[in-house]
């Protein structure tokens, strides 16, 4: 498959315009003014792209439902808040494919009748940041942000930081200044979202996919995808494989191909025993599903998620427990504070993994763990919870033996040996 | 068309734009659904993921759902149910959550027993915890002399940050951190700067916010005794419920009246209560500053007012039975009587009684246009918060005023003099800042518009759509009260009557004409004229301190009354406790009854101010005549009192018509000096609150108030009176040419505001 997200990720300067603008870059963009903002919609929703920033919701299909006529002004965000752990796939765009992304802002905002528009970057992309300041100035001056109703404000807004103001409703409060606590639903953001305006927020993967999709057609970007899924897909592999990294392949490339072609597969001596395939807050996937095509359809038909495609090795060296202890105290740490399940719940989730890991916990604690995920997460008020319990409960289901195993020994048995 | 909805098989009543729980709590099924972070008037959130409950669909496609009610809009033929088994343990699991952090210290907790988590963790059955891991502790901070904080209690709901930060528009609360280490607070250690930040007590549902100077005197909340008050600290007349035990006040609670201050009151009202409890309080009779025997100081009070040569003065401070006493005794003698110690105030008074019907605080609460003129926040807290209601609801707001007061900054502001100010009254409705308003409000401070802005006010609004409402207000809790006494040139004429010596005596109730009331300046030139005063008071004033002979009088929730506040609604009052006489010596713990009533078989405390105006009445041979005069005014001014548990009762039109004649007050003329007067006040300032120590230990510095381009230390102030010399407070934004300065400071001088003074600056060396 062609490199298309991924063409200039080894470039000297991938900030470069004359680079970008070489390997067909702006073409999408002067396709896309020549159309209206319907066709535009159309166009993208013929293409069958999906949320890529883990909900896979239909691209074409949000835009569409914000209306048209929504009422001005209105803004469109750009989610670079990239702070799952297990997913590098945004940093790789930020640092390697900037034009991408301010060029799918530019179509995205003529598509949405947005005279505004902020990239929010994850705090610690900082540096990253400033790759996209420098592609993007140089755009500015080269008049490419003017669109047919006039210049795209389009502002870079660095995160102070936590994984919640990833979220799309508390990235509009991080914007506005606030707490970033997710907001209640309804009024949706789409009607009332950034300083109550219609507002749009797309993940900046699903953002760099345009300029492809106006410059090539749907039809084109459909053809890249493989065994059921449509395009390209950003995928990335963390934990002990020969080459860990991030790999630009056709969507709907099995597990097993990623996982073992392009990451060559573990490192000598270990053994794979899962993967959360969509960061650290998808359910595990089991080597008996590594031939699962990783598109959103196939991979929730298996019981889990494709989440951003991130994949986190579980290998026979480490303690599922522990891994799972790792996780969860992220979580824990990230939670916003404000729904009563995410904010007690995670840490009483995360000290029962501790106690079992210590060698300390009783069969009951695995019990209390269950019936804990049965509680915090239907009840939660945004994602994050739900998605921090996903390892945890799949995990628990997956690795039942590993923790009788601490609770029988009384010590975590990957310690055994070490000291 | 009546809409209901099904909570677990029983009809609840709605209005559309209502959620479940709302409505649910609005109908009295408190007992269902269990909810934390909704709270009546700061809406719902969905944090707390308390108020499960089960919704059973249409059609039969979809499965029923628990969800949460507070985020459920109520829509017709809902089906709920509460009593499954799945709800149920929701409501169980999430206070169990919530229980992993919280302390249960109740039996140390000054909550306990009016705590809201208490309540609900009882309600929902949870009685068995599992965690058995670490609690995370928070260090306190010390937020000031009103509100404890006990942090390790939070369950994090936000009300607490939903009331300061978005209801008041408080700037120095807020909430910091996350995950579960939220916490709900200052910066850093320091006093709350909100005139409101006692309601932190009442909206917190658990221990973390309560009250400080309640704690200082604590009593289990079931052992106080309490009844309907109504707050005799400004004219708005907010309700409230006041708790008492063993013969003394310990604290104030709102009460819940949606018209009016709804489910909240400010500080002044919460803690300016400690007047009752202030050591300097006069609880015995005093003749020539001695303690001494009531019956003494009675015979001796009978004995001047025998000689004929009395004169009376009520007070808008004192509740209206007790001025219509003072007035029926007057009137048995044939004596002079006013009702307020000056002209300028007996004006004040009509014009505010001869505005049009006021809006309640809940209309000012939903009006689209304000204009406030003054530092409404400094008299009336209350009505100042009403208007940041209105504000948050999308109203524009203008603010005219000397100074830039903190709800100018919620709006356009527009530095003004006093003496400007009845001419732009009077433009008013040629003003943008009312042009297409559908709902509009003018809310003024009596005392800086004063009676000739007040009187430009009634004829602009006449000018004004019939919609348009306005209101005015002062500190006083029964102007509007008195105002009815303060027949044209009462006043003047006393103070005539004084001056050529027709009268050499005087009964004052509940007023200070030679201390801080308006006019004072001139009563202290005519009291070398005077044999002897005689002072009826709940607070030590300068005049009951002057007086040759003093009765002290039952603070308001030792008695019954009326109140008849801003609006004209006249709100009565019932007797909370009964204070318990200090047993100084066993000569003077006489009760108030007479011997031969079987009284003095206990020490109670002072009677109300009609007790004694009785006794008078019966010591020179008027009782009945008295009782006749008394009764015949009561049934014309309030034919039936009304309930203290109701809303009150609105003056009728023909009685405010009555002062439509009154006199055009004629505004005063800039001198030659080009500095004027203005008050200044704060919101914990007021006659009875000043006393109140936790609430004065946060009073502003007393000085001299004027623009920051005045680059000076110290300034001396002259006036007809007197002279003041003060340290300057230089301020932001003030209008030019502006000073001001606080009551006593009028009083030295004097002057009202408005009038024109002499300055002498000091520059600093």
Redesign the interface.
Known sequence: MEAVLSRNFSAPDPADLALYQSGGGYAGLRRAITMSPAEIIDEVEKSGLRGCGGAGFPTGLKWRLRGLDAPEPRYLVCNLDETEPGSIKDRALLFGAPHHIIEGMLIAAHALGVRYAVIFVRGEYAAGARVLEKALQRARAAGLLRLPDGELRLDIHISLG?Y?CGEDSAILNAIEGK?ANPR?KPPHISQQGLWQQPTTVNNAESIAHLPGILAQGADWFRALGVNGGVGSKLYSVCGPARRPGVFELPMGTTAAEILFEHAGGLQEGRRLRGVLPGGSSTPFLLPEHFDTPMHFDAVAKVGSRLGTGGFILLDDQQCPVDFLVATTRFF??????????C??????VR?LLE?IEAGTGALEDIE?LRALGG?IA????CALAPGALMPVLSGLHAFNDDFLAHVRLGHCPYQEGRS | MKHVFYLDGQAVPFTPGQNVLEAALAAGLDRQIPYFCFHPALGSLGACRQCAVKMYPHDSKHPPRVTMACLLPASDHLQLGTLEADVHAEHQEIIELLMTNHPLDCPVCDEGGQCHLQDMTVQTGHSQRHYSGPKRTYRNQDLGPLVYQEMNRCITCYRCVRFYQDAAQGEDFGAFGSRDRVTFGRIEDGPLESPFSGNLVEVCPTGVFTDKVFRHDYVRVWDLQQAPSVCPHCAVGCNTTPGARLGSLRRIRNRLRPEMNGHFICDRGRYGFRYVTAPSRPLQARLQGETSRQEVVLRQIAARLQEGRSGFLGSPREDLRSNLALFALADCLHAPFAAVTSSWAEALAQQCLALPQAPSLQEVAAADRVVVIGDLGGIAPMAEFAVRQAVRGGASLTVMASAYTSLARQGEYRPLRPSALPERVADLHNDPCLQGSRRPVILATAETLGPAGLHALRKTLEKLPANARAGAFVNRPNLFGAAYFAADGHTARLQQALRQREISHLLCLGADPFGEDWGAGVWRTLMPGLDGIAVLDMVDSETARNAEALLPVAAFPERDGLFVNYEGRIQAFATVYRREAQILHPAVHHSGFSEAAGGQMHPLGPPPPWFWLSRLAEMLDLHSAWQERFHFYQHFLCPQPPDPEGPGVLLPDTIRARFDIAEVPAAHPLGPEQWELDIFRWYGGETLADVADDLQSLAPPRGLRVGSEIRAAAATLSGPCGSLHLPVIPCDHMASGVIAIDQDGFAELGLYPGDPVSVEWEVSS
């Open positions: 936590r919640i707490r209640k824990a740490r990230e939670s916003c504070g404000f729904c009563t399940p904010r007690e719940g995670l840490p009483y000290w106690r209390t509680q239907p009840n939660s008020f």
